[in-house]
């Protein structure tokens, strides 16, 4: 009798709102500048490296997310495409410099730059992170900069430092998915208490800047879970929340579990605004840095008319900018 043949693990078929377009014309040649610029300062993406379904949609519009601190992240989280390695190579001493070229060549409104974790270093990288921001504002003082953090292993001495007189206008740290499955989704050194504690310490730290956060759904979570979490979240005195759909970017990588429909991100939507979030993007296609600046924008003018494909963004009704750091020059920069 033949020896049954190995069954072939295959990606789950995309539901019938999953679909994109590619640039073309003059969204095709803002995309090959992009390409080029990010190239030609011998940087990384995110977009790129994460594969992120939005690559087309955001290079077209002239928009990337910087990924700093090298190609390869020290954890091994189950649902992220970026290349795992125990000992990545050393900084580059170069990148700032590099970062702020091309910030100024792309002629960029908002800069979201995202680090891989760098547990290897003493400081997690929090010093290299802090050069490299504060490269770009002298360079473009008039550019919101965003920075997508690791955890810094949790240390609250690095993130004190990090984020002293800082020019940021966003500081972001995704807690990815609800608690029970911290375990099944995050490397074993990350956890949603650990995320909490540093986002909670980054807005005593520095109440005038605006903090956010990011769930997935698709990874195991139930709905009441996934509201649970979010009010974990607010708690900690996170301002801006995003909410997307988990996409396995290999078949080696976590499965996923479910796609909810459109409808339900626009209730996860309203209920992130009951609970006192100033604004959210929730739908299938958002990421945390999916569009970044747009959202930072609506909550500057509620009147502002950009729209985010495929997701719901809602501002709250209840907001005082008085207490935030949204810089235009670096004379807004609070000591």
């Known amino acids: 009798m033949a020896r049954n043949s190995p069954k072939i693990k295959t990606r789950e078929r995309l539901p019938s709102w999953f679909k994109t377009s590619l640039p073309n014309g003059e969204q095709q040649k803002i995309y090959n500048e992009t390409k080029s ?141 609800v608690p029970r499955l911290d375990p099944i989704v995050r490397d074993r050194r990350a956890s949603f208490s650990q995320s909490i504690k540093i986002l909670k310490e980054a807005k005593k730290l520095r109440p005038d800047i605006i903090t956010k956060s990011s769930l997935m759904v698709g990874v195991g979570e139930t709905n009441e879970e996934l509201i ?58 958002v990421r945390s840095s999916f569009k970044a600046g747009l959202l930072l924008r609506k909550l500057k003018d509620p009147n502002n008319d950009e729209n985010m494909p495929g997701a719901n963004v809602l501002i709250s009704n209840d907001i005082s900018f008085d207490q935030y750091q949204l810089r235009t020059s670096p004379t807004e920069v609070k000591p």
């Open 228 to 285: 649970d979490a979010m009010k974990l979240v607010r708690d900690a005195g996170v301002d801006l929340l995003t909410i997307g759909q988990y996409l396995a970017p290999s078949n080696k990588h976590l499965p996923v579990d479910r796609f909810p429909e459109p409808e339900l991100y626009d209730i996860w939507a309203k209920k992130a605004i009951e609970l006192g979030f100033l604004g959210v993007a929730s739908g299938p296609f």
């Open 37 to 177: 610029a990010v190239k030609d300062n011998k940087l990384h993406t995110v977009c790129e490296e994460a594969r992120c379904p939005n690559i087309h949609d955001c290079w077209s519009s002239g928009d990337a997310t910087f990924m700093i601190a090298g190609q390869e992240c020290t954890r091994g989280c189950r649902f992220c495409a970026v290349g795992s390695i125990k000992t990545p190579p050393p900084l580059d001493i170069d990148e700032p410099k590099n970062l702020a070229d091309a910030v100024e060549s792309m002629n960029l409104r908002h800069a979201v730059i995202t680090v891989v974790n760098r547990d290897d270093l003493p400081d997690s990288g929090s010093d290299h992170y802090k050069k490299c921001i504060e490269e770009v504002n002298t360079r473009q003082p008039d550019v919101t900069l965003e920075l997508l953090c690791s955890d810094l292993a949790g240390d609250l001495d690095d993130l004190a430092h990090l984020l002293d007189n800082s020019p940021l206008s966003v500081f972001a740290h995704n807690v990815e998915c």
